[in-house]
């Protein structure tokens, strides 16, 4: 990471860290006051959307219901697949924890960045002390997109939404297999919002 000016911020984003074991460690040894922002979404969706990105770059893969179970009679879930461990939140935030105040974390509604972009933007323009510059102006709701996108991207005064990696439509997932994954994900993330004192009502 490049040294760092007085008024300026360097921001990295890179969403494997968060479940990388070694990451907090290596980050806290390069500056221990680096502030962390995670965007969680429901583990469900999450494991579903992580399904369809693998499924648009390698079309031969088995189906999501094959992946999930270990055993698809008892119902065991492979917890190995990675689409189903990074939703494992508590687990992983336990991790940085070791080596982070949890005041130094900063954890992102991804179902509120889609219903509620300016809000969620306060709350990181809080965290990282700047003036809340992006307000509800910045956005509208692009009907083809099904997403809000930026009236005006940056240097530009064109609207930018984001490309086409990004809001995919999902396969058809049996009401049996997401009903089962959402029990086992019911317990962490219960651990998660005790944890992050916010409740991300993913289990309602
Ligand atoms: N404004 C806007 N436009 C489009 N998409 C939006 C937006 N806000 C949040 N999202 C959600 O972002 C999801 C893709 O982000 P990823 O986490 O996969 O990105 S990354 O690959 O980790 O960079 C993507 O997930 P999928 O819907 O599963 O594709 C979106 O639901």
Same mark, same amino acid.
């Given at each position: 990471?490049?040294?760092?000016?007085? @008024?300026?911020?360097?921001? $990295? /984003?890179? =969403?494997?860290?968060? +479940?990388?074991?070694?990451? %907090?460690?290596?980050?806290?040894?390069? #500056?221990?006051?680096?502030?962390?922002?995670?965007? +969680?979404?429901?583990?469900?969706?999450?494991?579903?959307?992580?399904?369809?990105?693998?499924? #648009? /770059?390698?079309?031969?893969?088995?189906?999501?219901?094959?992946? *999930?179970?270990?055993?698809? *009679? *008892?119902?065991?879930?492979?917890?190995?697949? #990675?689409?189903?461990?990074?939703?494992?939140?508590?687990?992983?935030?336990?991790?940085?924890?070791?080596?982070? %105040?949890?005041?130094?974390?900063?954890? +992102?509604? !991804?179902?509120?960045?889609?219903?509620?972009?300016?809000?969620?933007? !306060?709350?990181?323009?809080?965290?990282? !002390?700047?003036?809340?510059?992006?307000?509800?102006?910045?956005?509208?709701?692009?009907?083809?997109?099904?997403? %809000? &996108?930026?009236?005006?991207?940056?240097?530009? #005064?064109?609207?930018? &939404?984001?490309?086409?990696?990004?809001?995919?439509?999902? =396969?058809?997932?049996?009401? $049996? +297999?997401?009903?089962?994954?959402?029990?086992?994900?019911? =317990?962490?993330?219960?651990?998660?919002?005790?944890? *992050? @004192?916010?409740?991300?009502?993913?289990?309602?």
């Amino acid at each position: 990471m490049p040294k760092t000016l007085e @008024g300026q911020i360097t921001m $990295e /984003k890179t =969403p494997s860290y968060f +479940v990388t074991r070694e990451a %907090p460690a290596r980050i806290s040894a390069m #500056s221990r006051d680096t502030k962390l922002i995670v965007v +969680v979404r429901d583990p469900v969706t999450r494991a579903i959307s992580d399904y369809t990105q693998t499924l #648009s /770059k390698k079309p031969d893969i088995p189906s999501f219901e094959s992946l *999930t179970f270990k055993n698809r *009679t *008892t119902g065991l879930i492979d917890t190995s697949w #990675s689409a189903i461990q990074i939703g494992i939140y508590a687990k992983h935030l336990d991790n940085w924890l070791q080596y982070f %105040p949890s005041e130094q974390i900063l954890f +992102v509604s !991804g179902e509120r960045l889609i219903s509620d972009p300016a809000g969620e933007l !306060g709350r990181v323009q809080d965290f990282l !002390g700047l003036k809340r510059i992006i307000t509800d102006k910045h956005f509208y709701f692009n009907q083809t997109k099904g997403f %809000p &996108c930026l009236k005006k991207a940056e240097g530009s #005064s064109k609207p930018h &939404c984001l490309g086409k990696t990004k809001g995919r439509t999902h =396969p058809n997932i049996h009401p $049996e +297999v997401v009903q089962r994954l959402r029990d086992f994900y019911r =317990p962490f993330n219960m651990k998660f919002y005790q944890m *992050t @004192g916010r409740f991300f009502g993913w289990d309602d």
